[in-house]
């Protein structure tokens, strides 16, 4: 098994993470729909992180990518450009969970439809969801063809 310390994107660069009061919701992006769920949290401090594609992590580490066949996403928002950044891992995995929402919960975050739209190019479908009472929640998808 290999862990990397960056944030997952679908670019290699530096980007600015927002600290939150509450750790939990720390995010590269700005707080959309979040702050009217849940006016007691906010951004503290922001630091800078390396953001890499999984794609590229993958290759440059020489991980076997076909032991993979799994992805568990919650990245407040960014989702989607973390799975644009896995393109290439997205042929070996079989079931993906990601955290969703309904609307941009995180400005310029991707909604579930987004997900639901791209991850079907991908032969994914969505099985399983369990949303808030916030619009929020996760969701389960499992390949059915490549």
Request: contains cysteine.
């Amino acid at each position: 098994m290999s862990v990397g310390n960056f944030a997952a994107g679908n670019d290699n660069c530096r980007m600015q993470l927002n600290i939150s009061n509450n750790k939990q919701s720390s995010s590269i992006l700005d707080l959309g729909t979040h702050q009217d769920f849940h006016p007691d949290i906010f951004y503290t401090n922001k630091v800078e992180v390396d953001m890499k594609r999984i794609d590229d992590y993958i290759s440059t580490n020489h991980i076997n990518r076909s032991q993979y066949n799994f992805m568990n996403l919650d990245i407040q928002g960014y989702e989607l450009m973390a799975l644009k950044g896995a393109t290439n891992q997205l042929s070996y995995v079989d079931f993906i969970v990601s955290e969703v929402s309904e609307t941009e919960l995180y400005s310029g975050g991707a909604t579930i439809d987004d997900i639901d739209e791209f991850l079907g190019f991908f032969g994914f479908v969505r099985l399983v969801t369990s949303m808030t009472q916030h619009r929020w929640g996760d969701a389960f998808y499992f390949k059915v063809s490549d």
